[in-house]
């Protein structure tokens, strides 16, 4: 059974940084594309960015030099570490994966369902 357990959201002010984390289990996260979504109140969820089963990343403009996705497969875990927040970054944050390499690699065509497996999701808040 696999599981994604996200952790790491909460509130900060504009300018300020969080470290999102997701363990996986029943999978490896070196053999499955992986990707982080965010929801916002009456929003749809959209992919933020993806990593691939080689390390490659793909992120949405709006993210692009402020967020960096990693992944340490020897732990099953990646990461988010999102710097200069601004308030428009408030959403539900959810981590995503599926078996084996990225179908779509074009992060903005990238839909839910694309990716079998989610997590529960960890909120982030950035106050003006």
């Known amino acids: 059974q696999v599981q994604l357990v996200e952790s790491g959201g909460g509130s900060v002010q504009a300018g300020g940084s969080l470290r999102l984390s997701c363990v996986a289990s029943g999978l490896s996260t070196s053999r499955s594309c992986m990707g982080w979504f965010r929801q916002a109140p009456g929003k749809q969820r959209w992919a933020v960015v993806l990593?691939?089963?080689?390390?490659?990343?793909t992120y949405a403009d709006s993210v692009k030099g402020r967020f960096t996705i990693s992944k340490d497969n020897t732990k099953n875990t990646q990461y988010l570490q999102m710097n200069s927040l601004k308030p428009e970054d408030t959403a539900m944050y959810y981590c995503?994966?599926?078996?084996?390499?990225?179908?779509?690699?074009?992060?903005?065509?990238?839909?839910?369902?694309?990716?079998?497996?989610w997590g529960q999701g960890t909120q982030v808040t950035v106050s003006s």
């Open positions: 995503a994966a599926d078996l084996g390499a990225c179908e779509e690699t074009d992060v903005t065509a990238v839909l839910d369902s694309d990716f079998v497996h």
């Open positions: 990593i691939d089963t080689d390390g490659s990343t």
